[in-house]
């Protein structure tokens, strides 16, 4: 039995293809993406401050405004705005840790914080939900008459600084730390909108006072809507999970026929972060005359159709009932 590991560290949109061929046939094949590796977060360095310091600014800007006009609905945005503050915080650690170099113990980096900051991120927005259904529910028992013009500027602002920080983070969807922090930006601005159009209708009916708690409790509704992709994406993706948008029984189709592939077993795919795909598997190929060619050519093709960059093919030429984890049951 003959055994060909294949290990290739390339992006989820890669570029291979510094190869090294290390001797002959029973050696190991090492196939290395471009050595500047551009994992998405890379390039939102500039987003990331600019929407921390605009969106810090306007939490501050909306509590003042918001205790000085008895608006709920406006502190209620404060609080999810500071959430934003943080989840952009912890998005953009995250996106720096995911370029550290892998160590002697960290094999893989500190790739694995950014889905560990995304799933930081759903968790913070639900608990900002509660304190804000909470006092919702207070104030709609006690309703209280707000300075509705302050209320409509303020949020006014709010709807165009959540916009523009929103569209600063529009490309890059298919990274999950990326899609989070565009999310809680585009739900922000959602939410700014609401309230100056229930501030609105207060100022021109002179009353509807219960509008502003019951707008609290709109935007809590729109939180969690907007939350829930995020928290099961993250959560499927801390426990090793294959990453949505890839088909593993597509996968698992494709190796089966690879030329000269008579089994497929032991096949795991799992995200590294939130934009690199990881996949070991053993293949079965009694006829390997040319090893190197086709573990090239079967990762490239990991890499071009299913975006799974960071591939590890085991290659047996003998009985795959001989493998200890060829049954399906054994991980």
Known sequence: MTHDAHHDHGENHHDHDHDHDHGGPDHHHHDHGHHGHSHAPKDFGLSFAVGVGLNTGFVLIEVLVGLSSHSLALLADAGHNFSDVMALL????????????????????????????????????????????????????????????????????????????????LRGQEDLNIRGAFLHMATDAAVSLAVVVGAGVMMVSGGFVWLDPALSLIIAGVIVIGTWGLLRDSVDLAMDAAPRNVDVAAVRTWLAHRPGVTDVHDLHIWAMSTTETALTVHLTRPENSDPDGFLHGTCEGLADRFHIGHCTLQIETGDAALCRLSPAETV
């Open 90 to 169: 912890m998005a953009w650690g995250a996106s720096i840790m995911a370029r550290r170099a892998p160590s002697a113990r960290r094999t893989y980096g500190l790739r694995k914080g950014t889905i560990l900051a995304s799933l930081g991120n759903a968790v913070l927005l639900l608990i900002a939900v509660g304190i804000i259904a909470s006092e919702s529910a207070r104030r709609l028992m006690e309703p209280t008459a707000i300075a509705t013009l302050p209320v409509m500027i303020t949020a006014a602002i709010g709807v165009l600084i959540n916009t523009a920080t929103a569209l600063m983070f």
